[in-house]
């Protein structure tokens, strides 16, 4: 009789441990099936943004046959460029002016080789000007090369534009791109009569930042200086378990 009992005893502790082992698989097997359906979506977001910094170069220059004499040419020329700026309504403190560097320029023979003879020597000097109002600046881009005619040799750079504050505005602009996708990703999920579960993982794409109304982009990041008016825009490839 007690053999039996024994014997019971063992076939229910058997059929429990049987049953709790089914029970777990169960659920570990559908926890896993949800966790493997999961969709991936991209979410982008765009801004419109006005440059507030414009910087403007350019280069004085001057050649001579006497070493000495081009290097004055600038050094006396550059007080009409300070004056011209001045008039233009930029202020000291906006402007910098580089070290006057200058070289000879040596004779090409026939057959293309350099000689040892000097034929003139050429000095220049550069500078640049910052201002916060980047029509001023757009301005000065525009009129600085007009100082040929009073027989300064100068020469331009293009006006550069930048927006400041560019750092505040990637994390406000990289959060509505994450949650652009989540929104694409619920609607997604809908339409197909689940339900969206936790963010599994996501990767911050590279910002464009281009001229306004522009479609050129880049896998490396574009960042425009070139126009006042830009557009940034960011996104965001994010995966979601659905259930």
Do not use: C, H
Not at 20 to 43: C, H, R, Y
């Amino acid at each position: 009789m007690e053999n039996k009992n024994t014997y019971y005893l063992t076939a229910t502790i058997l059929g429990a441990s049987f049953i709790i082992a089914v029970l777990i698989f169960s659920l570990t097997w559908k926890a896993t099936k949800n966790a493997d359906q999961t969709i991936v979506v991209t979410g982008s977001a765009k801004k419109f943004i006005k440059s507030d910094l414009g910087i403007q170069r350019g280069t004085l220059q001057a050649t001579s046959t006497e070493r000495k004499t081009a290097y004055q040419i600038v050094q006396q020329q550059m007080p009409v460029v300070l004056q011209f700026l001045k008039e233009k309504g930029f202020t000291t403190d906006q402007i910098e002016v580089f070290a006057i560097n200058g070289y000879p320029v040596y004779e090409i023979n026939s057959s293309g080789v350099q000689t040892s003879k000097i034929l003139y020597y050429t000095y220049n000097q550069r500078f640049e000007v910052r201002s916060n109002d980047v029509l001023k600046i757009k301005d000065l881009s525009v009129t600085l090369s007009s100082l040929v005619e009073k027989g300064l040799d100068i020469s331009t750079d293009m006006p550069e534009y930048f927006f400041t504050k560019l750092d505040d505005l990637k994390i406000s602009i990289q959060a509505e791109a994450a949650k652009n996708a989540m929104e694409r990703a619920e609607k997604i999920a809908e339409s197909t009569g689940r339900n969206l579960g936790p963010l599994r993982s996501a990767k911050m794409g590279v910002l464009q930042i281009t001229p306004k109304n522009s479609n050129v982009i880049s896998d490396y990041g574009m960042n425009d200086v070139t126009s006042i008016e830009k557009e940034i825009t960011a996104v965001v490839s994010a995966s979601f378990e659905i259930k």
